[in-house]
Nanobody, 126 residues
Framework: QVQLVESGGGLVQAGGSLRLSCAAS????????MAWFRQAPGKEREIVAA????????YYADEVKGRFTISRDNAKNTVYLQMNSLKPEDTAVYYC???????????????????WGQGTQVTVSF
């Protein structure tokens, strides 16, 4: 299995940028597809972005396309989410998730991921 620890959350002004990191531990990290989800108060957890284990395929929710970038560095066992042009509606707890896979097909449902980090709070002020 793999353990995930997010970091990099905080308070930023609208229009600002933030980079989240997800440090992973455990064997065969390179075989795990990774994703970022977020959950705002009173709302369901939703997909933000996903990336294949090779880094060759990515997925972005419509709400963040053109603003967020997901990337991974398998040598460092780390996944990143670069968030630019942040909006107040981006405020949420952001979670890192992992699933073991042999394909490049990216999943977008919470139930499809096997491991989760503790979450990191991102707050975007007006």
């Amino acid at each position: 299995q793999v353990q995930l620890v997010e970091s990099g959350g905080g308070l930023v002004q609208a229009g600002g940028s933030l980079r989240l990191s997800c440090a992973a531990s455990g064997r065969t990290f390179s075989m795990y597809a990774m994703a970022w989800f977020r959950q705002a108060p009173g709302k369901e957890r939703e997909i933000v972005a996903a990336i294949s284990w090779s880094g060759g395929s990515t997925y972005y929710a419509d709400e963040v396309k053109g603003r967020f970038t997901i990337s991974r560095d398998n040598a460092k066992n780390t996944v990143y989410l670069q968030m630019n042009s942040l909006k107040p509606e981006d405020t949420a707890v952001y979670y890192c998730a992992a699933r073991k896979t042999l394909t490049v097909v990216l999943k977008t449902r919470v139930a499809e991921y096997d491991y989760w980090g503790q979450g990191t709070q991102v707050t975007v002020s007006f």
